[in-house]
């Protein structure tokens, strides 16, 4: 009687579905929806690979300290420069050259800006987190001055 009463209960459990556990197929819309967010990302990437290397712009070097100054220098430099910048760490070393910016020493701990590397194209950055100081290389516009000089926007500055 018990064999009866175990298989009883058993039939009258509800059977788990594995349908359910299936994602369902892409559809027509879904398919469109992301060709259409591929196009966008990858056209955007080429406008900007575009106004980077436009004819007449050059690109400087815009170093932010951690209390928000930012100073510029141009790559037009021919000899290196080495600049020292204060953050709440101590200083930090940061060198200039044709090839583009890096930091050379910084007071943190884990070095991690130091080993970045070259900073060199437009729109690339390296930043020293724990002492609070940025480098970013901007693309120029010639004869422009203050925020007209980039080829950025305000929205996407």
């Known amino acids: 009687m018990n064999s009866t009463l175990s298989n009883n209960t058993l039939n009258n459990s509800p059977q788990r579905s594995t349908t359910n556990c299936i994602p369902p197929p892409f559809r027509k819309w879904d398919s469109l929806f992301l060709g259409t967010i591929i196009v966008i990302a990858l056209g955007t990437m080429f406008l900007m690979t575009k106004q980077s290397k436009a004819p007449g712009s050059s690109k400087e070097v815009v170093i932010t300290d ?4 930012s100073t510029s220098y141009s790559f037009a430099k021919p000899p290196p420069e080495e600049l020292v910048v204060k953050g709440p760490l101590g200083e930090t070393r940061i060198l200039i050259d ?4 890096r930091f050379v020493s910084s007071p943190c701990p884990n070095h991690t800006c130091v080993r970045h590397g070259i900073v060199k194209e437009p729109y690339d950055s390296a930043a020293c987190i724990p002492n609070k100081i940025i480098i970013r290389i901007e693309s120029v516009l ?3 001055t203050g925020s007209e000089k980039t080829q950025l926007d305000g929205l996407t500055q």
């Open 142 to 144: 010639p004869g422009k």
């Open 66 to 69: 951690w209390k928000g100054k």
């Open 98 to 101: 044709n090839e583009g910016a």
